[in-house]
């Protein structure tokens, strides 16, 4: 798969109904509004109260102790139960503002906001990027680290099975 060839897309996640980039740039945009996200939001203390007024909103996160995380990831969501799981070690490089943790954490915030639910989707056309569960979640993440002006990291590993 490369870009310039989307008719072989190879999808990353579940295939969901299509959105445009600035479509995704506006809920990005509402997103930091509504919860009031600031670049400070991810300094210290401040990760904490930001992930409470998450909570107030219905999006849970869940941390779990190191020892018993058996995901593959470093973290990851049930979007119909808005809720986010992490290991301790992440929760803690979030609220140390760590731009990896920062990046998972929104990707993570992406899937609930955009309303992702894991479908069958029959369709005679070839999937295309802007239906790809993982790439609109990515998108909202370096959407709202643009808007923010936080500090980049390279992009989510992703793992092959």
């Not at 008719?7 to 479509?23: D, K, S």
């Not at 954490?105 to 070839?126: D, K, M, Q, S, T």
């Amino acid at each position: 798969m490369t870009p310039e060839d989307p008719q072989n897309y190879c999808m990353r996640g579940h295939r969901v109904h299509a959105l445009a980039p600035n479509e995704i740039k506006e809920v990005a945009q509402r997103v930091c509004e509504i919860m009031k996200i600031k670049k400070t939001s991810f300094k210290g203390k401040r990760s904490e109260q930001l992930i409470s007024r998450f909570e107030q909103y219905g999006i849970h996160v869940d941390v779990i102790a190191d020892e018993e995380w058996i995901d593959a990831t470093r973290a990851t969501v049930d979007p119909q139960k808005a809720m986010i799981y992490v290991p301790e070690k992440f929760y803690s490089d979030l609220c140390r503002g760590r731009a990896e943790a920062i990046r998972i954490f929104l990707h993570e915030i992406g899937h609930i906001v955009l309303g992702h639910r894991p479908l069958l989707h029959f369709a005679v056309e070839n999937p295309r990027e802007a239906e790809d569960s993982e790439w609109q979640a990515d998108y909202l993440a370096d959407s709202i680290i643009d808007l923010l002006g936080l500090p980049k990291f390279d992009k989510q590993m992703e793992l092959k099975f």
